[in-house]
């Protein structure tokens, strides 16, 4: 009786196995991981492509990675090729369906082989792509290959910016399997058209899924959607028949009945729904997908500000870019959430996505922790920009032969963002660019040109969300750009400017601060712009302000700009983190560490169980250097960490070393890094100093692909060396032209950035009666000072001036007092000796407001 029993089984079994073999073209989609076990080359090698090619020297390394590992806030990265290889193992079943490989983000430039043959090819380093690998897989073992490079490109988007730019398959990889007939890449579209009407009573929920047929039939496809609430409960169904042609796609429009009185998504509570798309044909699933989406409404005003879920909301933000000490863009999802909850529990409500597409998981972490969100696209630009050949060109091409090129690039990369995100409810606008306006003054034209066909096309993809415009606040008058837009965001000295002030569109401040500092800092906000007219406090007519910026980051401009985080590179807080948590969440600062002597280390782990090795998920480890009693204090030994036992690697390999005064940096007795492995088991790390207690700590890494001592392959060491670029460290750069200014008073219609707009027939002019007037010009970089141009009005030349520079806009050291001028020059040029003059700020002193009149600045020096 048990052979018989056992027999029927596995008769059912083989039966199910040979239908599933007939029908694997029809099964629904399987999604993979394929993070893990990559070999890695930099450089460029030629048949690397082929099958047959022995990469048996090249690096171990998961996903998601960066040519720049170990990576710690250099101004200067690789640029140039690396190569990616990866063998995955296919079934009989799969060759039956269709395989896709989909990538979260690529910098910038892939190009993806299967088994030598190319697959596809994408352009543009922030948004991800699909590519149909069907037509070269085979049976048994497949070889993946990706050619990546970082090469800067005349009509690529970004031509500019102040982070790094490094290469990699810095975001997560899938392997995907669907049948013949599926919903397509991000494929579903779902709004909620009567909520804001009906003040959030009720709203039906209109559904437009894209369903593409691959098969050589015409089909009749049935989609079902369902609709869960926040506890999975069903609230809504609804159904949809149609024809779909052999090898076409079609949109199926859906719309359920009212759900009413839905849980609202909003920063206080983050509730979110899912839609479950299934798809059938002659009532068999052949495909499913879930989405994730809320129900909420939201209204950009001119007059009122900012409203969400119809209530009066100011927003209080943060700009945040993407990279962490050591493992550089390559951050993992976990590293994301992080990064959201650190912003989130000062007290912050609003994330800038500065300034490019930020990856799916950090949108969906901004859902769930209840962060609105302000996602822009990679149209940016940069201050004292140079020729062609590196991201410190103009924004736009100067040369009308990349004009089309690169225009179709930032359109491309904005539909992308636009289809990637757009279930988000986290996201409450699309942002063009950020300072375009750093462009070649004959681009100015194209800059507009694009910024409008951005605006439309987000308005045709997407009309619940407005357009912004980023970064809006020069040119000034008749040439401004933010009312191009729907939505305008003012940085640094556009907080103030008297174009910007209440204007007549709806705006935010989208950057302000602006404050360096190694941690700890000191335990003060950053207003810095704002502080001039007390704009901190708010405007009725302004939706809010957002700080520049939550996390120290890599710049091209150099620490100097890198290090404006109210947490440093490291993710751990500095003092102005706990000032801005105190007054937004109220939570009183911690007790600082004290100067008592060193006699023990702590440390401590974001968590210690149940860590994946799926390349999502990683472990923040902390640093703490304590008395004898275990209280913190603020002295900073060197600190060796090192794996004991067991997986796992920190950006250096199997141990990294903190040092005062290095780069990978142990300040006020504290330091930080994460840790992350592709293997599973117990690993044991150890912290240690000289004379002190040592401490460790055990950390468990699930999943199936388990770590064997002596035979798992590690890293053992991956020496980190600060990379130089070798051409272009000392050119010349010139500061100016719409770079942020400050004065004591200004006439009106003679604002500050008068003096910085590049024609000499306008001008800055003292307001009557200010006794001490000045005029400063912030470079935003870290500059060696070679000469200065003054340009003044005809015969109006002053008879006194004092030009002053500074680090800080504070402590200020004169470098011309009084130069001897001709009352006739209109332009007065100061030359400065080698390495005499460092700063950031140039101020202008006049001795009289009726003197204190300049039509034009330019400062010339060495980026340091």
Known sequence: MNFMKDFRIFSCLL?????????????????????????????????????????????????????????????????????????????????????????????????????????????????????????????????????????????????????VFSGGIYRNVRLVKKGYCYISWYGTFITTPDLAEQQGRYSRVKIETEICNESNKSGIYRLQTRILDCNGKNVATVETTETVAAGGKKIFMQLTKAVDYPALWSPQHPNLY?????????????????????????????????????????????????????????????????????????????????????????????????????????????????????????????????????????????????????????????????????????????????????????????????????????????????????????????????????????????????????????????????????????????SGQVIWCGFDHGSIAGSALGKMGIVDYFRIPKRSWYWYRNEYAGIAPPEWPGKDNPARLKLKASKIKGVKIDGTDDVQLWLTVCDASGKAVSSTPTVDLKVISGPGEFPTGRSIRFEEGSDIRIMDGQAAISFRSYYAGKTVIEASADGLEKSRIEIEFVGDNVYREGVTPIVSYRPYVRFVREQGMSELQTFGRNNPVFASSSKEGHAPGMAADGNPDTYWKAANGDTSPYWILDTEKFLELKEIELGFLSGKS???????????????????????????????????????????????????????????????????
């Open 15 to 163: 039966i199910w196995i040979c239908a599933c073999t007939l029908y694997a073209k029809d099964l629904p989609r399987e999604e993979l991981l394929i993070n893990s076990c990559w070999k890695y080359s930099k450089g460029d090698h030629e048949h690397a492509e082929q099958e047959d090619f022995d990469d048996t020297s090249w690096e171990n390394v998961g996903l998601p990675h960066s040519f720049s590992i170990p990576y710690f806030m250099s101004k200067d990265f690789y640029v140039g090729y690396g190569w990616y290889r990866k063998q995955i193992q296919l079934s009989a079943a799969d060759l039956k369906r269709k395989l896709f490989l989909e990538f979260d983000g690529v910098f910038q430039e892939a190009e993806v082989f299967v088994n030598g043959r190319m697959a596809g090819k994408h352009v543009g380093g922030y948004t991800g792509f699909s590519v149909d690998i069907s037509p070269w897989i085979k049976k048994g073992k497949n070889l993946i290959a990706v050619r990546v490079n970082n090469l800067w490109k005349p009509d690529v988007a970004p031509r500019a910016g102040e982070h």
């Open 274 to 542: 899912t839609a479950v798309s299934l798809v059938y044909h002659n009532d068999r699933l052949i495909d499913s997908l879930e989405t994730s989406f809320g129900f909420r409404w939201f209204e950009w005003t001119a007059d009122k500000g900012f409203f969400l879920n119809g209530h009066h909301f100011y927003i209080r933000g943060a700009n945040v870019h993407q990279d962490q000490a050591g493992w550089g863009d390559a951050v993992t999802e976990a590293a994301m959430y992080r990064d959201v909850n650190m912003i989130k529990e000062a007290g912050f409500n609003l994330i800038r996505g500065s300034h490019y597409p930020h990856a799916p998981a950090f949108s969906q972490a901004c859902d769930e922790t209840g962060l609105l969100f302000w996602s822009e696209a990679p149209f940016w630009g940069i201050g004292g920009f140079k020729p062609d050949g590196y991201w410190n060109s103009s924004a736009y091409p100067v040369e009308k032969k990349y004009e089309q090129a690169f225009e179709e690039s930032a359109l491309q990369q904005l539909r992308e963002m636009i289809r990637i995100h757009r279930n988000h409810p986290s996201i409450v606008a699309w942002s063009m660019c950020n300072e375009a306006f750093f462009s070649a003054p004959e681009a100015m034209t194209g800059v507009r040109r694009l910024l409008k066909r951005m605006v439309d096309l987000a308005h045709q993809l997407d009309a619940t969300r407005p357009a912004a415009v980023g970064g809006a606040q020069r040119p000034l008058a008749d040439e401004r750009i933010d009312r191009i837009g729907d939505l305008a965001g003012y940085n640094g000295d556009g907080a103030t400017q008297p174009d910007f002030q209440n204007p007549g569109i709806p705006n935010l401040v989208s950057e302000y601060g602006s404050v360096t500092a190694d941690r700890p800092g000191e335990y003060v906000p950053g207003w810095s712009d704002l502080q001039r007219d007390e704009g901190w406090k708010g405007r009725s007519w302004r």
């Open 798 to 864: 002053p008879s006194y001036y004092i030009v002053e520079i500074s680090d800080d806009k504070e402590s200020w050291n004169t470098i011309c007092d009084n130069p001897q001028i001709e009352k006739e020059d209109t332009t007065h040029r100061l030359v400065f000796d080698k390495g005499k003059n460092i700063g950031r700020f140039i101020r202008i002193q006049f001795a009289d407001w009726k003197e204190a009149v300049l039509s034009e600045l330019l400062v010339r020096g060495i980026v340091l």
